[in-house]
């Protein structure tokens, strides 16, 4: 397995690993055909993660197939630039073999390089598998947001999670 940052090439797969992620995962933001994911618009997405200091993606690949992502957006005020926000999906075969721990794990390594302090996400309070990794390596929930997201005409509560290094 190769944990590593997200290259332009890499348009056209990511743009893929993401379609299949959302079509696979009940507890992503985005519904299965929701929203229209194209390559071009990966690229672009990408191109402007790699001019920020503080925004990245973290691609999982193994036998030259994308197979997770961590993406991270930086605060842009000058007041929370140190803050990132971070979204992972991992293939419906591939969770629960340590992927997750491997990707916030190089997070943690290119977090320390850019002066960035403070992770933080959401994850629906449900999903007890993504919950005890994020507790396991260092999240700490910091709040619950209430009738957050709506799944299969359910209201669902997310937590707010942050990590701060």
Sequence with gaps: ???????????????????????????????AGERDIQSENQLKMIDGIKNAENSTILVAEKDNELVGYLIVIGGNAQRNKHSAYIVIGILKG??????????????????????VSRLELTVVTKNEGALSLYKKLGFEIEGIKRNSLLINDE???????????
């Excluded at 056209?12 to 299949?20: C, D, F, G, T, V």
């Excluded at 340590?98 to 997070?107: A, D, E, S």
């Excluded at 669902?156 to 701060?164: A, G, I, R, T």
């Design 1 to 31: 397995m190769i944990v590593r940052e997200v290259e332009t090439s890499d348009a056209e797969n990511l743009a893929n690993l993401i379609k299949q992620v959302d079509e696979s995962s009940q507890y992503m933001l985005w519904e």
């Design 94 to 115: 591939y969770r629960g073999k340590g992927i997750g721990k491997q990707l916030i794990n190089k997070l943690d390594q290119w977090a320390a390089n850019q002066n």
């Design 155 to 165: 209201f669902v509560d997310e937590y707010y999670m942050s990590k701060l290094l």
